[in-house]
């Protein structure tokens, strides 16, 4: 008698509150995440999606397999792509690209005027898909034309490469240029036609200064990075870790960065209660100390 084949969509079971909290554990060790039992639907629903490609039916044999030898090699990454949320824009808060161009870079062109003639080296941490990188790299093209020579590249880093892989493309719907200056819009992009019209990419000048990468922020002592950075952007990331997480990447951020180098952090954070060793120059705007 042949067995009966059903669709895998129609057999993966509930998430149990005790498959929730093993999950859950799992995560924050692996990338820092902390997500409470309100999170539990959300996780369910991301989950079930490599359930079914991986044509499982139980969260528990989910559980097991990842946490594997080959699960660790295979699927980790993957199941990280799913629950990692992904939100930006062009030109998010944007008072900080201001602050950018009229306090920092002419505070270490000043500080530091043998930069000019090196290079100003620029990280996105958690760039998501590249809206954030991009955005610094029009503003920065913008001061070059305007001000002053300067040499700079952007390392743009996130801990889900299915994001990555799309901010390395630097293809967009027209409807998320939204927020992006129309003089930058027509001198960053250019317009999709035929198959592609409805999207627009940035431009391979652009696209040159960004190298792109996976960084997992909450492993090991440092980020595996040699380069010493000027400026930081770590916005809206740490809404995601709990306190202790929170001070130990800061702490790595501070030796991430040159002396009177600059870090960015969200609008809605601060780095009150976990790191006094930075100063406060501008809305969660914040310079690594000259010595």
């Not at 820092?32 to 044999?61: D, E, N, Q």
């Not at 699927?75 to 009229?102: C, G, S």
């Not at 100003?120 to 920065?140: D, K, N, Q, R």
């Not at 999207?199 to 792109?212: A, H």
Request: glycine share 6%; net charge positive; charged share 25%.
């Amino acid at each position: 008698m042949d067995d009966i084949n059903i669709d895998p969509k129609l057999m993966v079971g509930e998430l149990s509150d005790t498959d929730f909290k093993l999950f859950s554990m799992f995560i924050y060790d692996q990338c820092g995440i902390k997500l409470p039992m309100i999170k539990k639907t959300m996780l369910s629903v991301r989950l079930a999606k490599r359930l079914r490609l991986l044509k499982m039916i139980s969260f528990r044999k989910y559980y097991e397999y990842v946490k594997s030898g080959e699960g660790m090699k295979k699927e980790l990454i993957h199941m990280i792509d799913v629950v990692t949320t992904n939100k930006t824009n062009f030109f998010r808060e944007a008072k900080h690209f201001e602050v950018l161009t009229e306090k920092v870079i002419p505070a270490l062109v000043h500080s530091r005027p043998d930069i000019r003639y090196k290079q100003l080296f620029i990280w996105s941490a958690g760039c998501s898909t590249g809206e954030e990188p991009y955005t610094i790299a029009m503003v920065m093209e913008e001061f070059i034309n305007h001000h002053t020579r300067l040499n700079y590249s952007i390392l743009c880093t996130d801990i889900s490469t299915h994001v990555l892989h799309k901010a390395s493309n630097g293809i967009y719907e027209d409807s998320q240029l939204e927020g992006i200056p129309m003089q930058y819009i027509k001198k960053y992009t250019m317009r999709g036609k035929g198959r592609n019209q409805g999207k627009s990419r940035i431009i391979p000048e652009l696209q040159d200064r960004l190298t792109f990468c996976r960084v997992n922020l909450n492993e090991g002592p440092d980020f595996g990075i040699k380069t010493q950075m000027d400026i930081i952007f770590c916005r809206n990331v740490i809404i995601y870790f709990d306190r202790e997480t929170q001070k130990k990447l800061f702490e790595k951020y501070y030796h991430q960065l040159y002396p009177g180098g600059y870090l960015f952090i969200g609008h809605s954070e601060t780095l009150h209660g976990i790191n006094d060793q930075f100063i406060p120059v501008d809305v969660s705007v914040y310079r690594k100390p000259l010595r």
